[in-house]
């Protein structure tokens, strides 16, 4: 079956414009996790979905990063007023039961 | 809270050497174990992971990895490495309850020379 699938894969952004993150869990995934990578780290956690309920969003590093996930599928990761500090990959990563997550490719951001 | 340790930042072996890729984790609760692979330009895959069922586990690709209690410790093994294993390697906790939501240690790069 498809995996997790995210878009765009790359995106180039001026300092001080909006963007927006999409992530396709796997059919039937409960939980959705965004992370954010920085270039050689492991990923960090920003935020969790158990559903369309975010219940957790303690690893937003700031109020212009905004999530939702209306209907408990999709979601989107919103960063408002990009700074060159949030260039990054942002992973996604849904998961049925409490244990195996599956991630998507990843959106690689650069902020000029 | 919890925590993981990669020792090393990278590794390097010659094709059919061990690979050896070291992780010590630190939970308040029993801990559920993870080791991803990440190829580049790509998102992170599962290896294989310890859920409080047998201390050696196997995972895909010939890696194995041993979860041992007395040393916090859940290292990661292959006998014999081959150039396909070239990539970068994280090591997650959780713990087993809650939201077992995972922390990731920051990474070992293994080098694979022919």
């Known amino acids: 079956g498809a995996g997790v699938s995210q878009s765009p894969r790359y995106k180039v952004a001026k300092r001080g414009q909006d963007v927006a993150l999409r992530c396709d869990p796997i059919?039937?995934?409960?939980?959705l996790f965004w992370y954010q990578q920085a270039l050689g780290q492991g990923p960090e956690f920003l935020t969790y979905f158990q559903n369309e309920a975010q219940l957790d969003k303690s690893g937003l590093p700031s109020d212009r990063f905004f999530a939702e996930r209306p209907e408990g599928s999709v979601s989107t990761l919103k960063i408002q007023r990009t700074q060159q500090e949030d260039s990054a990959v942002y992973l996604c990563?849904?998961?049925?039961?409490?244990?195996?997550?599956?991630f998507g490719p990843g959106t690689r951001l650069l902020v000029l | 809270a919890q925590s993981v340790t990669q020792l090393g930042s990278h590794v390097s072996v010659s094709e059919g050497a061990l690979v050896l890729l070291r992780c010590n984790y630190s939970?308040?609760?029993?801990?559920?174990l993870f080791w991803y692979v990440q190829y580049p330009n790509q998102g992170l895959q599962l290896l294989l992971k310890y859920t409080s069922a047998a201390t050696l586990v196997k995972g895909i690709n010939g890696f194995e990895a041993e979860f041992k209690k007395s040393e916090t410790s859940f290292h990661l093994t292959k006998p014999s490495a081959h150039m396909s294993d070239a990539a970068e390697y994280f090591c997650a906790v959780s713990k087993s309850g809650g939201s077992y939501i995972p922390t990731f240690g920051r990474g070992t790069s293994l080098i694979v020379h022919p």
């Open positions: 059919s039937g995934h409960v939980s």
């Open positions: 939970s308040s609760v029993p801990p559920y």
């Open positions: 990563a849904s998961r049925r039961d409490q244990e195996t997550q599956y």
